[in-house]
């Protein structure tokens, strides 16, 4: 049999409970494509080679003996290092958090591993997540499969690199402004940022408390939907940890045959490439096929809605962050040199903005009772290359902030939104499109990007992948 490290996880599943495969194969098969790939990506920063062929030994003899496996058994997984693994490094690639080691699990690896995957390893992050690119003081940067010039997304780059190269099945990233869906993007796989409570962020550093409780989320990454469905199943669910938390059970839900879409290639305050807007329209066209109620539709509180997301992530992510960093102001992560040129936030401008929030959320929730999906972009440009920081697209000018803002709204606004790859650039690089819901909804966009995703026809693979080079196939 070849390699299992180019096949989804649900087959590796099926096929480890069918006795078709071995766990230890499908271990060997992942740890084989690390030794040969991360050193060209440094999308893991830890790994604990001996323990992961321990667990697939335990794995094996469960399977042999019988026993009742769980949807999850034997498949190999990632976990981002901001997310406690027990035994393993929780520095969010600081070295103000040097050293530190997780005493316990955060709950997603927890219920992942009772589901039997096994964590073969935490990927790298930018220093405190603040960054759209994956770079850090500790591990150094993190490369995408598809470039090793380009970057594969922050703050959740070596998550993304280390699944869409195959070292990993799946696994678990984090978002406050795009930071699981703009990786998925560049990476050209799957990802699921969920309302905030509906997967627990305990355990994640930094926390998701105050203002940050509905900004930041824990969510999962995959290269295929019905992946991240299997993902989204075992770690969704309350947690007393998580001050967002809301006991929503899962739901098997069908979609309304005739439920309205709305759909937008573009916001006017940032111009998107050629292939981003194809890619959206793409996505339209499948889904109008499908016989949904499809037509053009962009919220007008967008714009409000990143200058809160600012205030309340960049501006007061600098308050709290900065300091930290005196004396080595060189070494802060792109989106705290933003936060550097700022004036001191005021409580006025904090208590606008939180209040403001919710007005936005009330105005955003009553339109989307009419129009309970949105596809957008992600983001305006593929994977960029390691060190840009501005573009010109469509004649303008945008820069490194801008061009995330089609992640940033949705974060400030608290909806679920899943990113799935549907097109690419003239270089070859994946486009994704993301399908946004009303909170709580996970379920219903998941099946729309499946839909998506059956249809787009998206076959390329990165060159560095399944532990051999290959040739992209498109």
Wanted: with cysteine; glycine share 10%.
């Amino acid at each position: 049999m070849t390699s299992t490290t180019n096949l989804p996880a649900t087959q590796i599943a099926a096929l480890i409970k069918n006795r078709e495969v071995s766990p230890v194969e499908v271990m060997a098969d992942h740890l084989n494509a690390v030794e040969e790939l991360n050193p060209k990506l440094n999308a893991f920063i830890e790994i604990h080679a001996e323990d992961c062929l321990k667990d697939a030994q335990r794995a094996e003899a469960a399977v042999k003996r019988g026993e009742a496996v769980g949807p999850c058994h034997g498949v190999p997984i990632s976990i981002k290092s901001s997310i406690a693994v027990r035994g393993f490094k929780h520095e969010a690639g600081s070295r103000t958090r040097q050293g530190v080691v997780a005493p316990e699990d955060a709950p997603v690896v927890a219920r992942l591993r009772s589901a039997g995957a096994i964590v073969i390893g935490t990927t790298n992050t930018p220093e405190m997540l603040m960054a759209y690119d994956t770079d850090n003081p500790l591990y150094g940067r993190t490369n995408s499969p598809w470039d090793l010039e380009r970057t594969p997304g922050g703050s959740s780059g070596g998550e993304a690199a280390a699944i869409a190269s195959g070292m990993s099945a799946g696994g678990m990233g984090s978002d406050g402004g795009g930071s699981i869906r703009v990786p998925a993007h560049f990476s050209g796989i799957c990802g699921l940022k969920p309302t905030p409570g509906r997967i627990p962020s305990s355990g994640h550093f930094p926390e998701s408390l105050g203002p940050f409780a509905l900004l930041g989320v824990v969510g999962p990454m995959a290269r295929t939907i019905s992946d991240l469905q299997l993902l989204f199943k075992v770690v969704a669910g309350t947690d007393v940890g998580d001050t967002s938390s809301a006991p929503v059970s899962l739901a098997d839900v069908a979609l309304p045959k005739k439920m309205r879409i709305g759909y937008f290639e573009e916001h006017e305050s940032c111009p998107v490439t050629p292939e981003t807007k194809q890619a959206v329209r793409s996505a339209a066209r499948i889904l109008d096929r499908h016989g949904f109620e499809v037509f053009p539709y962009k919220p007008e509180i967008l714009d409000q809605a990143r200058d809160y997301w600012w205030t309340l992530f960049v501006r007061l992510g600098g308050e709290l962050l900065l300091s930290i960093f005196d004396g080595r102001e060189n070494e802060t992560s792109s989106i705290l040199n933003y936060a550097r040129k700022e004036p001191p936030l005021t409580k006025q401008e904090l208590l606008d903005a939180w209040f403001g929030r919710d007005e936005l959320r009330l105005k955003l929730f009553r339109e989307m009772q009419e129009v309970p999906v949105i596809l957008s972009p992600v983001c305006a440009i593929p994977a960029f290359r390691h060190g840009d920081r501005d573009w010109m697209v469509g004649g303008h000018k945008v820069d490194y902030m801008q061009v995330m803002m089609y992640a940033q709204w949705f974060n400030l606004l608290g909806n679920p939104a899943a990113t799935v790859p549907v097109g690419e650039s003239p270089e070859g690089l994946p486009i994704g499109v993301q399908i946004i819901g009303i909170p709580y909804a996970e379920e219903i966009i998941l099946k729309v990007a499946a839909l998506i995703e059956q249809s787009a026809g998206f076959k390329a693979q990165p060159l560095h992948a399944g532990g051999i080079e290959i040739t992209a196939q498109r």
